[in-house]
């Protein structure tokens, strides 16, 4: 069971209280993890990444384990303890402007 943390708009638009629990079939990836959450919640698809190209949206950042996983492939595995529910993923609203 992988352990997913999303902004508060996110969790509004989905209706979602608290974090997110997703079953990953296969490798655990951001691509993976973000598939199973746009099947379970498709309300969220095109939020975080793009609609057709599949690219994380430029304003969003995904962390795990205290590392910025944001430009890492999609198809790099994700650390073991995210794979294994021991660490959350988080998705993370970028602060932009000045």
Same mark, same amino acid.
């Given at each position: ?6 902004p508060?708009?996110?969790?509004t638009l ?7 629990? @997703? %079953?990953? $079939?296969? !490798?655990?990836?951001?691509?993976? #993890?973000? &598939?199973? @959450? %746009?099947? $379970?919640? !498709?309300?969220l698809?095109?939020? #975080?990444? &793009?609609?057709?190209?599949? $690219? ?43």
């Open positions: 069971m992988i352990r997913v943390i999303l508060v708009h996110l969790r989905a209706r979602i209280d608290g974090e997110v629990k @997703l %079953e990953v $079939k296969g !490798p655990v990836t951001q691509c993976s #993890v973000l &598939d199973a @959450l %746009e099947n $379970k919640y !498709p309300m698809a095109g939020t #975080v990444r &793009d609609h057709v190209t599949k $690219k994380r949206r430029p304003l969003v950042r995904f962390y795990a384990c205290e590392e910025d996983l944001s430009h890492e492939p999609p198809d790099t595995p994700l650390p073991e303890a995210v794979a294994a529910g021991k660490e959350p993923f988080l998705i993370v609203g970028a602060v932009a402007g000045g």
